[in-house]
């Protein structure tokens, strides 16, 4: 995954489908959802590439449910503002 070894281009690429998601009708709900899922993909699979996501790893490692919930709707809501700005 080539995509996760630069953090801008990362974001930029979860900007982007989130936007999609939006576009495609799908509620913030489902969207948030939909990231706690990929993020328990990454913690499972995928080997933190650059610092950003080695502190999002350890975060996530440490963290409940209700805050790895949170945890996504951060990043979510991190890549939502940044196609605004």
């Known amino acids: 995954m080539d995509i ?18 939006e576009s495609a009708g799908m509620s913030q709900k489902v969207i948030q959802e939909a990231a706690v899922q990929i993020g328990e993909y990454l913690a499972n699979n995928v080997d933190p590439k650059n610092e950003q996501e080695r502190v999002l790893s350890e975060l996530w490692s ?9 945890l996504a709707n951060c990043v979510v809501k991190l890549v939502q503002n940044r196609k605004v700005q």
Do not use: H, P, R
């Open 4 to 21: 996760i070894e630069n953090w801008q281009k990362w974001t930029s690429f979860l900007g982007q489908n989130v936007a999609k998601a």
């Open 62 to 70: 440490v963290a409940t449910d209700d805050e790895k919930q949170s």
